[in-house]
């Protein structure tokens, strides 16, 4: 536990969102199982041997000590817990027919559900690591409506509040997470205040195999507009938005997925999200009857030992610090330009050099005025074109159409400038990470293209970086040091 503990540290992740059943602290049967003998039961006789291996001081303890264990394994390496009800009855979740789905399910009593995240709060009560409690994972099924979920909700919130008032109180929407526009009309209301966050998922398949057979901007544009709709608002709103669930499968080999990706670390850069990633599970010990299930979306690998896709942890490494906060203000609020595909913002080191991708704790800090260019803070550049194909440059007469750069595409995520002959170009990515200028592509229509080199965001942030340089630190000569950035989401 003490080595996984320390690999989630060092792979950047500072809380671990802890699933549980409910019918682990209702049922008394299960309850009073050991963890030896809960894999005996299963016929799992091998994992037992690696357990005691590994783990030997949990293997004759009932599974709830073993839980407790897990948490107070990861406090003591500083990583924070969120618990996750994740479902009633131990197993795979989810899906609409499993009895677990909504209140009144066959395995999901209301007042059995209450009991349970009473007893869960009460247990973990004054554990400092623990800072949430998400009361439910993915409503869904035939009984799910909105009146349900007010009365319940409310009451299962209230509880956690009564029996534990240090924890956030999360709770999730209907149609498997993914639907919370109802709040929109009709407010939450509770007795306590200052610590209601909502959570939502998104994932590529949400959309079934709409990134593959439409167009990437236009499928961007109206999944994200859907996504504000039924849960993104709340952030304009000022509620905290969890994204307790997003992912890819880690091989690189699914289109749907990659495509999603591109277009879900745009949304949540801009937005600044919370977020948790499905999943650290590098395999399962059973899974819905299959022994040693190779986990692809996992970050850890079949064996747990090593990571299964190391420049995928580098693209999301900027997004595991917060853009602005709140209760971040190292710098003055300014524009990053942030690349999705790669993880990584616009940089320069001076005058000389080309501008080119790097890390965004070395991002420069742009304005983006009403003329709609794009300024170094604290100097007189611009960001300008100069022909189809080759590098864009900083200049210092901005009033011209090469200066002026429009967000673009359904996506709003191609920056845009017309050249001096009337020729729209985008900023894209060269060889060695440089920024160039070429045609647009796969604006519209075409689903067999890929424009995500193209694709940038202008995110709002006040994280220290390279930041309002004056005017002498781009001449040649003058380098500069970043200050390293210290901070969590």
């Known amino acids: 536990m003490d080595t996984l503990a320390k690999k989630i540290v060092s792979m950047g992740f500072n809380c671990v969102r802890f699933t549980w059943p409910l019918y682990l602290v209702t049922n008394d049967s299960l309850a009073s199982l050991t963890v030896r003998q809960s894999f005996q039961r299963l016929g799992l006789l091998e994992s037992i041997s690696g357990i005691q291996a590994n783990n030997p001081s949990i293997i004759n303890v009932t599974l709830i000590k073993a839980y407790q264990a897990v948490v107070s394994s990861l406090g003591e390496n500083n990583v924070m817990v969120i618990l996750d009800n994740h479902i009633s009855t131990p197993g795979w979740c989810c899906s609409n027919f499993d009895g677990n789905g909504f209140f009144g399910d066959i395995y999901f009593n209301p007042d059995l559900w209450i009991t349970g995240l009473t007893r869960m709060a009460t247990l973990f ?151 948790a990633l499905w999943t650290l599970v590098g395999s399962y010990y059973l899974r819905e009857g299959v022994l040693g299930l190779n986990e692809y979306y996992g970050v850890l690998n079949y064996n747990w030992c090593e990571t299964r896709n190391s420049s995928f942890l580098q693209r999301i490494s900027t997004l595991q610090s917060p853009f602005r906060g709140p209760g971040l203000s190292e710098a003055k609020l300014h524009k990053v330009i942030f690349h999705p595909l790669t993880g990584l913002c616009v940089t320069k080191k001076s005058l000389l050099d080309p501008l080119r991708l790097g890390p965004c704790t070395d991002s420069d800090a742009w304005s983006y005025s009403p003329q709609k260019t794009l300024v170094v803070k604290g100097t007189y550049f611009c960001l ?47 060889p060695d990470n440089t920024l160039i200028t070429n045609s647009c592509k796969c604006i519209s229509k075409d689903n067999t293209c890929d424009p995500s080199s193209q694709w940038f965001k202008l995110v709002d942030s006040s994280r220290s970086s390279g930041v309002e340089r004056s005017l002498v630190q781009y001449l040649p000569g003058n380098g500069f040091a970043s200050n390293p950035l210290v901070g969590s989401i």
């Open 125 to 275: 009560n004054f554990v400092t690591n623990v800072v949430g409690m998400s009361l439910r994972n993915e409503l869904r099924g035939q009984k799910q409506n909105v009146n349900d979920w007010y009365k319940y909700m409310q009451k299962g919130a209230e509880a956690v509040h009564s029996a534990n008032p240090n924890v956030l109180v999360i709770l999730s929407g209907l149609s498997y997470d993914r639907d919370l526009s109802f709040i929109q009309n009709r407010s939450v209301k509770l007795t306590f205040s200052g610590k209601l966050v909502f959570e939502a998922h998104w994932y590529g398949f949400s959309d079934g195999q709409a990134w593959v057979t439409g167009n990437p901007n236009e499928v961007c544009g109206r999944v994200t507009r859907n996504v504000m709709r039924t849960s993104g608002y709340l952030v304009d709103q000022g509620y905290p938005l969890f994204v307790s669930e997003f992912g890819i499968d880690q091989r690189g080999i699914n289109v749907n997925d990659n495509r999603y990706m591109n277009c879900f670390l745009g949304a949540a850069a801009e937005l600044d999200l919370d977020w």
């Open 384 to 430: 300008q074109a100069d022909e189809s194909g080759t590098v864009a440059k900083l200049g210092i007469f901005c009033t011209d159409s090469n200066s002026k750069w429009e967000m673009i595409s359904e996506s709003k995520m191609h920056l845009s400038t017309k050249l001096e002959d009337g020729k729209s170009v985008c900023l894209d990515v060269g």
